[in-house]
């Protein structure tokens, strides 16, 4: 005869919200739900997720080269060497001489991809609005110093 135990534990569906690393699932559950939207409601942006990565280094900081990319999104040469090349026949980036150093390759975004990433940085802007939604101006405020914590705690430059 088997017995059945009515009081059994779903350790899958049922975690204890006090494991310390339960807040990690969490926010990476949060970032692909986001990205998600973002993909989904911007299906013609034609843009590999490192693509757009890219780009927005490249908008933020125009002018940059292909050696300080690498330094920013730890990736070997190649990667980023084959990642600009497809930014350049996409019509995204275009790269002219170092002054200074002609063997050098300043690299600068398009008007298309300005135009490209203001459309991509609106929406990231309206889910970011979303996601926040219901939390107060101090309650923002709050997950915006936690989350400085962490990320100064994993660079190694937090404060006990």
Known sequence: MTTIVSNKVD???KMSPTRDHEWLEALHDLMHLARSMQRRDMPDDGLQPMEGRALGFFVRHPGSTQSELVLHAGRDKGQIARLIAVLKDKGLL???PDAQDRRVMR???TDTALQLHARVVERRRQIAAQA?????ATERQELLRI??????NLRGTGQD
């Not at 989350?147 to 100064?152: E, F, K, L, N, V």
């Open 11 to 13: 350790k899958v569906n």
């Open 94 to 96: 275009v790269g002219e």
């Open 107 to 109: 690299l600068y975004p």
């Open 132 to 136: 926040v939604t219901g939390l107060s």
């Open 147 to 152: 989350i400085g914590r962490m990320q100064a």
